[in-house]
């Protein structure tokens, strides 16, 4: 082959690679939510004047990603609403009934990813979540914050994500009014997501 046609080769060898996406052949794996290692957390404004803070404690979920690419197929989380935890046992009851998580008649609640963008180090995520029996779209804005090996042989990885929702989108109407006019619980909650994956290994 001359060297003039062994440079235009190599021109479009080059201009093939540069437009092909990346992480092309890399590996799509699932990676197993740990909820030992993961928080679920949740925060609304109490009495005006402060906020309340819960916790979620029994959950499980899953990635599916190319960790090389930080691409994201597929995000699914479910989590038992009974195992909502304040702190204070009177007002996990009253959060367990029929005027905010009703969980006997809805036991869990579920979050399916719909589409995301990377934003600069982060990313923006839309995903639905079902709660009480209604379905609507959230956003959350977080982090990949990579992958590492565990002295145990285990491949992990680490997120943030924090979002926020009104609970009376999901017929959460339940409220007082305070002697000064305001209310005794706010409307929007403020969530934030620590989560822990461990990479399913491969049968």
């Known amino acids: ?5 062994m440079w235009i080769v190599g021109v479009m060898t080059w201009g093939l690679l540069a437009i092909l996406p990346t992480g092309v052949g890399a590996e799509t ?3 197993d939510v740990d909820p030992d290692h993961s928080i679920i957390e949740f925060r609304v404004t109490h009495m005006v004047v402060s906020k309340t ?3 979620f404690m ?6 599916e990603m190319d960790s090389d690419a930080k691409t994201f197929k597929t995000v699914e989380a479910t ?4 195992s909502v935890n304040t702190n204070q046992e009177k007002r996990d009851v009253h959060l367990r009934n029929a005027d905010f998580f009703d969980v006997k008649k809805f036991p869990t609640m579920t979050y399916k990813l719909k589409s995301y963008k990377q934003q600069g180090d982060g990313y923006m995520a839309v995903g639905d979540l079902t709660l009480r029996g209604v379905t ?8 990949f914050n990579g992958v590492t090996k565990d002295p145990w042989g285990n491949t992990r990885a680490g997120f943030n994500a924090e979002g926020k929702l009104n ?13 000064s006019g ?6 929007e909650v403020q969530i934030r997501l620590d989560i822990e994956c461990i990479k399913a290994k491969k049968p």
Do not use: H, Q
């Open 29 to 31: 794996a699932r990676w």
């Open 79 to 82: 989590i038992n609403t009974a």
């Open 58 to 63: 029994d959950y499980s979920g899953f990635v």
């Open 182 to 187: 305001g209310l005794v619980v706010g409307d």
């Open 136 to 143: 609507k779209e959230i956003t959350l804005v977080g982090t």
């Open 53 to 55: 803070a819960g916790r």
């Open 167 to 179: 609970r009376k989108d999901f017929g959460m109407i339940w409220n007082k009014t305070l002697d």
């Open 1 to 5: 082959m001359r060297a003039g046609s």
